[in-house]
Every structure is written in structure tokens, then in C-alpha cells.
């Protein structure tokens, strides 16, 4: 039981860690927290659905053909209720977010429905380690998880594009003056993160089902990971999501299922309380 | 004196428009429309706890669709299961919520700006699953049914309509008040929050303490619509009281303009009037308000009533030049 939760918490956890990565590096690029990437989650699960299911292709394929298209959907989000809302305040921009959350969620509803569906596994069945079953997938998502990260990593600090990205996070007028394309450089991040999300909706889809509300919640999971983690954290991000997932598994198991969510926040609360600034804190103070 | 005067004239003409509205239109339509004139009124109590929360204060709060249930629970409990009528319902709903309000205030405003806007969701997360959960208080998932009606001095709201005017009268006298508050010193602190925190702060404002004091403010509105709620849909569900309904707060302030009690109202209007007149759309409703929304914040991110400020400010002094030019 022990061993089970734990392996599930940690498969649950690196995939809210993810999510909350993604949104991390929108957060550092732009300074505005994306209410949307929720939905970048449940857009990306239905895009594997539509080439693992509809089109009878490898799952594996289908979500690397998903995480093209949640490139192009990250792009697009950007372009639209980012871009042209850049220099008005932050609230409008989060408004406009949200406003972005329900059209992917109706689109969502109508391009696919509201019936849950599910899709094919990265591998089937089960494995017993220590007395306990675990399931292959949850095994899979840990290993793709931890795959992405290095990716990311390497794609961010080992690159050229990468650097850019970076340095656009840092200063944008600078950069802007170095020669960089700020416009596709900030494209390039939300296609970033719209696509690791998108990754995670499809490997999570088969173990929750696949519905048009499924990001509502793993987003507002993901937000409690950022905010255990640090603001603007990639490794506090990461570590954040680990907590609440395992949080979520044990929480559930052993105290109590109908209080799980709400455990979740407890612990944010408190996080927030006794450590405000998260686990990783940010080293510049507040300037007046 | 004349100064003050002209800057309350909106208010007044439209508080007019709206007497005359609320007085005429329950004459001719049916119960329905009157039903949904009362939800609306409702919505816009809601939102101008908003608006003192982030208008004035410059606080972004997730919550306050848990402070709505709270007020409305309260008030629930006490018309259902105790003597008390419905006034001691209405002031303890107001005050509950408000007190509830202040104490949370104190511990969640020892965050900032978006670490405060988190510990929101994660209280209104909380707050839901208690609504859930919390038989004794709320009823559970069967919620709570067979509220009776608002009753004072012998009059009793029975009827859609006489509900609406009881609904009404609680909306003019909060807005009174707010407008009472935007020009006292408690609103001025407020302001001074919102625009420069530390500045505040060095000027001697306790801005934990004024933060509290928005914070509970609010929440007597949230606590005022919810009682009113309860009175007048007879029947609470946990489905209503959610972090959804927060967003839809926060939309409808953002549409209507942050600057202003009217931007409040404008922003209830047009959601209303979007979700009912498109209502034969079903369909495509949200996906309609989705990209109304996403479009009108990127034309007017100040917002209706905001916008047409500046357009008529605009106006204004195009003409001024024109007369100068003219001398």
C-alpha cells in the first residue's frame, strides 16, 4: 500500500510539477501567471485521443504529433489573448486569460464532446515490486517526465534558442536591443510550455478520464505547486508538485478522501504562512 | 461644492433610470424576467465587493463567491432552524461574513499582491469542499431546501416582485454607503494601497489593518447578497458557491470597469444580458462570452464604463481646444 501510493503520489506529482513548469516559464518570460494552462492540459490529452484513437497510431507518436499541435495552440493562445494585451495592466491580461480557459474548454466540448473518453496506455498491466502492484503507466510517466526535464534543461541552458528565450525573460527592452526578436521569443516559450502541458494531458488522460473540466482542477493543483515551490522557480516548481501529489495520494488514502482537495490548500496555506516566498525563494527583494 | 455635485450627477441619473425600471418593469413581464432582475442585483452586490476589494484597495480575491455562501448558509440556518426572523438573519449574515472576513484578512494579508490572490483560491477551494461536506451547517450535497421568504414588520415578500424590491433596497443603500466610502478617509487610505503600498505604508497607514478593514467590508456585501440569496431562490446548493463563480465576479468588474460602483453595475448588466439574450444559442453561449471576453479586454482593458470616461474626457478637451482656437 505504502509503496503504491508513494510510486502513484510521485507519477501524480512530477505531472503537477510539469504543468506548474510550464506556467513558471510564462511566469518568468511575461510576469503574468497563465490562468489558462489547465486547459492547455485537457487540449493536449484530447489531441492524443484524436491521433491515438481516432487515427489507430502508436501512442508514443500520438503524443509527439499532440505536442506539435499544442505548439501551434501555444502560439496561437499568445498571439491573441497575450500580444496585443501586453502593455495593458496585469489584471486585464489575467482576465483575458480566463476568458481564453472557456473558449478552449467549449471548443474542447464541441469538437469532442462532453462524454468522458479515455485512450491507450504507454504500456499495459502491472509490475509487483516489494508486494506491491504498480502500474506500468504510472512507471511511464515518471520516466517521460523525467525525460522532458532534461530536455527542457538542455534546451534552456545548452542552446542557442534557448539563451534567447532567457534572455528575453531577463530584459525584454535589452534583448530587444541585442537583436533579439522579442515577438518569437516569447511565441517560442508559450509554444514551450503549451507543449509540455499538452504531454502531460495525454499521459494523464488514461489513469483520469479524458473531459472538457480536467484542467480546471490539475490547474489549480499546479498553482498550489508553483506557490509551495517559489514564483518563478523551475526546480521549486518541480519539487512543489511533488509535494502536493504525494500530499494528494497519502492525504486521501490515509487521513481523508472527501477533505483531499482541501488538504492540498491546508498545506498551501501554511506554506504560505510560514515561508511566503516558497521553498526556493526569489533573491531580490521588493523594490519600492 | 458645484465640483461635487456634477461628479455625482451619473450616479444619480442612473439610480433614477434604475427606480424607474424596477418600478415599471415588473408591471409588464413575467416572472421570470423579474426572477432573473433579482439574481442580477444579487450578482451585483457580489461584484461591488469586488469592486471595494480591487477597485479601491487594489486586492485580487478569489473568494468572495465563498463569502456569498457563507452569508447565504448562515442566513439559511437561522430562518430554517431557529426562531429568528428575518432581520436578525440579514444582520447576522452581514456581520458573520464580516467578522469571518476580518479575522482572515489578518492572516492572509501578510501576503502580497499574488501570493494573497493564491491563498484566495486555496480558501475558496476550502470553502467549497466544507459547503460539501458540512452537513449540519449547509446540508450536504442535498443542500438546503425550503427557506421561507423575507419577513419584516408584518410584510411579508411573498410574491417575485415584492422579493425584487426587498433585493433592490439592499443594492441602493450598499451603494450609498460605498459611495460614502470612496469619499471618507478609509477610502482614501484605500486608494493610497492600491496605488503604492510602501508609499502607504511610510505615510503612516496600518496597511494590514486597512487591508483587513476591505477585506470585511466585502465580505458584509458578499454576507448581504447571500442572505438575500437564500430568501429568495428558497433553496441552497453547494453547486453555486463555487471558484467559477469568482471568475464570473471578477469578468464582470473587469467588463464593466474597475474605476467606479457603475463600472460594477455595467459589467452585471452585460454579463446578464449576454447569458439570457444568447440564451437560445445554448450552445455556443459560453464559447460566445469566452471570446467576448477576450476581445473586449483587448479594446478596452480599462473597460466600459472606464473607457467611455476616457473617450468623453478625450471629447471633452478636443472641444475646450476648439473653443480656445476659436477666441
Avoid at chain 1, 489547465?38 to 484530447?46: C, P
Avoid at chain 1, 541585442?178 to 489513469?207: H, N
Avoid at chain 1, 483520469?208 to 522557480?233: D, E, H, P, R
Amino acid at each position: 500500500m505504502f509503496i503504491q501510493l508513494l510510486i502513484s503520489g510521485i507519477a501524480v506529482g512530477v505531472i503537477y510539477g510539469l504543468i506548474a513548469m510550464g506556467m513558471v516559464l510564462i511566469f518568468r518570460t511575461v510576469g503574468i501567471m497563465n490562468f489558462a494552462q489547465g486547459d492547455f492540459l485537457m487540449f493536449g490529452g484530447y489531441f492524443a485521443y484524436t491521433f491515438n484513437q481516432m487515427f489507430g497510431l502508436n501512442i508514443v507518436i500520438s503524443l509527439i504529433l499532440a505536442a506539435l499541435c499544442m505548439g501551434v495552440i501555444g502560439v496561437i493562445f499568445m498571439r491573441t489573448s497575450y500580444w496585443a494585451l501586453r502593455k495593458a495592466q496585469a489584471k486585464a491580461i489575467i482576465v483575458s486569460a480566463m476568458g481564453a480557459s472557456i473558449v478552449l474548454r467549449e471548443g474542447a466540448r464541441h469538437i469532442w464532446g462532453a462524454i468522458p473518453l479515455t485512450l491507450d496506455r504507454v504500456k499495459e498491466g502491472s509490475v509487483v515490486l516489494a508486494g506491491a502492484t504498480i502500474q506500468w503507466q504510472y512507471v511511464a510517466i515518471i520516466g517521460i517526465a523525467l525525460l522532458m526535464m532534461l530536455l527542457v534543461y538542455f534546451l534552456l541552458e545548452k542552446t542557442f534558442i534557448g539563451n534567447i528565450m532567457q534572455a528575453t525573460a531577463q530584459d525584454q527592452y535589452m534583448s530587444s536591443l541585442v537583436g533579439i526578436p522579442v515577438v518569437v521569443s516569447i511565441g517560442l516559450t508559450f509554444a514551450l510550455s503549451a507543449v509540455i502541458t499538452g504531454i502531460c494531458g495525454g499521459l494523464l488522460a488514461p489513469i483520469f478520464f479524458l473531459n472538457n473540466t480536467m484542467g480546471t482542477m490539475a490547474g489549480s493543483k499546479a498553482f498550489a505547486a508553483i506557490v509551495i515551490g517559489g514564483f518563478g522557480s523551475v526546480p521549486g516548481a518541480i519539487i512543489g508538485g511533488l509535494i502536493v501529489g504525494l500530499v494528494e495520494q497519502f492525504g486521501g488514502a490515509y487521513i481523508s478522501s472527501t477533505y483531499q482537495l482541501a488538504l492540498i490548500y491546508i498545506v498551501l496555506i501554511v506554506f504560505l504562512m510560514f515561508r511566503p516566498k516558497g521553498l526556493f525563494q526569489e533573491k531580490i527583494q521588493e523594490k519600492a | 461644492m458645484l465640483a461635487r455635485k456634477k461628479r455625482n450627477t451619473p450616479v444619480i441619473v442612473i439610480t433614477a433610470f434604475l427606480i424607474l425600471l424596477i418600478a415599471v418593469v415588473p408591471q409588464f413581464t413575467s416572472t421570470y424576467t423579474v426572477r432573473i432582475l433579482s439574481v442580477a442585483l444579487i450578482n451585483y452586490l457580489c461584484v461591488l465587493s469586488v469592486y471595494v476589494l480591487l477597485g479601491l484597495c487594489g486586492q485580487n480575491s478569489f473568494a468572495q463567491a465563498g463569502f456569498w455562501g457563507i452569508g447565504a448558509y448562515i442566513a439559511g440556518n437561522i430562518l430554517t432552524k431557529t426562531f429568528g426572523g428575518s432581520l436578525t438573519a440579514f444582520v447576522a449574515a452581514v456581520c458573520g461574513t464580516a467578522f469571518l472576513a476580518f479575522i482572515l484578512g489578518f492572516a492572509f494579508f501578510r501576503l502580497r499582491q499574488y501570493y494573497f490572490t493564491f491563498a484566495s483560491i486555496g480558501l475558496m477551494t476550502i470553502l467549497n469542499v466544507l459547503f460539501i461536506n458540512w452537513v449540519d451547517f449547509s446540508g450536504g450535497a442535498l443542500g438546503m431546501k425550503e427557506i421561507p421568504t423575507f419577513q419584516l414588520f408584518g410584510f411579508s415578500a411573498d410574491s417575485e416582485t415584492s422579493k425584487l424590491y426587498v433585493v433592490f433596497a439592499v443594492c441602493l443603500v450598499a451603494t450609498f454607503l460605498i459611495l460614502l466610502l470612496f469619499h471618507s478617509s478609509l477610502g482614501r487610505s484605500f486608494m493610497a494601497i492600491r496605488d503604492n503600498e510602501m508609499a502607504a505604508d511610510s505615510m503612516g497607514i496600518n496597511s494590514l489593518l486597512t487591508k483587513s478593514i476591505a477585506f470585511a467590508i466585502s465580505g458584509a456585501l458578499c454576507g448581504a447578497a447571500g442572505a438575500m440569496w437564500a430568501s429568495v431562490s428558497g433553496y441552497l446548493s453547494y453547486q453555486s458557491f463555487t471558484y467559477n463563480q469568482s471568475t464570473i465576479y471578477l469578468v464582470m468588474i473587469m467588463i464593466g470597469g474597475t474605476g467606479s460602483p457603475i463600472g460594477a453595475l455595467i459589467g452585471t448588466a452585460a454579463i446578464t444580458i449576454l447569458q439570457e439574450g444568447f440564451r437560445s444559442l445554448q450552445d455556443y453561449m459560453q464559447l460566445i462570452y469566452g471570446i467576448g471576453v477576450i476581445i473586449l479586454m483587448i479594446f478596452q482593458p480599462e473597460g466600459i464604463w472606464g473607457g467611455g470616461k476616457i473617450l468623453y474626457e478625450r471629447f471633452r478637451k478636443h472641444r475646450e481646444k476648439s473653443k480656445v482656437s476659436a477666441v
